[in-house]
């Protein structure tokens, strides 16, 4: 955000809180938007940010559609800002590919795909005068020296990437049934995580945590956010523990 005179900014909702927030703190206009106004709202903004797949919904958008706007933005010296922090799953959706291209800037990060949130490891992929820029701006010592080492050594280890990549999706339609099971209203997800809309989200939120289960609680609007557990026994847990609940709510 600060790599640019402020302007007018678009960001999807719901996703993260804290793009809108951080464009905000830089002086940009924000114009939160839903899915269905993004096409109409791009020739009015300077910079459009987008999730993919989005965070909580697990809404995917067509590498086709973000192509045509990140066009209708460089036209004007405007961005198309993607920010793909769960794309490690599906690789073959992603934009990388395009990196480089003018007003195109992708983020990436370490901290979902390969569970490393702690090392705060980050990517962006931006035309060389942006990441000039951008390097400028943050200087050298942006990642510590362990977080280095760690970031290495997942991004070397192939066969536990493709191994991954073979299971999750799996995985993510397996925790889709379970809280269908459990009569939860599923409305989207993605390989990591499932995205369930509740009016009552507080209340699950802290029912689960009693029983040493922690979900992502969103607000606006409510609803939570399910990850993937990491074992079978952990799955085990996760069922009961809405069992459990909805029999406390039967009994209440």
Not at 49 to 58: D, I, K, L
Not at 160 to 170: D, G, H, L, Y
């Amino acid at each position: 955000p600060l790599l640019r005179e402020p302007g007018r900014t678009g960001v999807l909702h719901p996703s993260y809180a804290e793009h809108a927030y951080a464009w905000q703190r830089a002086g940009h206009a924000i114009a939160t938007l839903t899915v269905a106004e993004l096409d109409t709202a791009v020739d009015r903004l300077d910079v459009l940010v987008v999730v993919n797949p989005n965070n909580p919904t697990g809404l995917r958008f067509a590498p086709e559609t973000l192509l045509r706007w990140r066009e209708r933005l460089a036209r004007r010296d405007g961005w198309l800002v993607i920010d793909e922090a769960f794309m490690d799953a599906t690789p073959n959706d992603s934009l990388t590919g395009r990196a480089g291209a003018a007003g195109l800037i992708i983020l990436r990060s370490l901290g979902k795909f390969f569970g490393l949130a702690g090392a705060r490891v980050g990517f962006v992929l931006a035309e060389p005068a942006v990441r000039e820029r951008l390097q400028n701006a943050l200087g050298p010592w942006t990642i510590s020296g362990p977080a280095r080492w760690v970031a290495t050594q997942a991004l070397k280890d192939r066969r536990w990437q493709a191994e991954m990549r073979n299971c999750a999706p799996a995985w993510g339609e397996r925790l889709a049934e379970l809280l269908k099971r459990q009569r939860l209203p599923v409305a989207g997800g993605a390989a990591l995580f499932q995205w369930v809309p509740l009016p009552e989200a507080e209340f699950w939120q802290d029912a689960l945590a009693r029983r040493g289960i922690l979900v992502r609680r969103f607000t606006d609007p409510p609803g939570l956010r399910f990850g993937l557990p990491g074992d079978e026994p952990a799955w085990r847990r996760l069922e009961w523990a809405l069992t459990g609940i909805r029999a406390e709510r039967l009994t209440h």
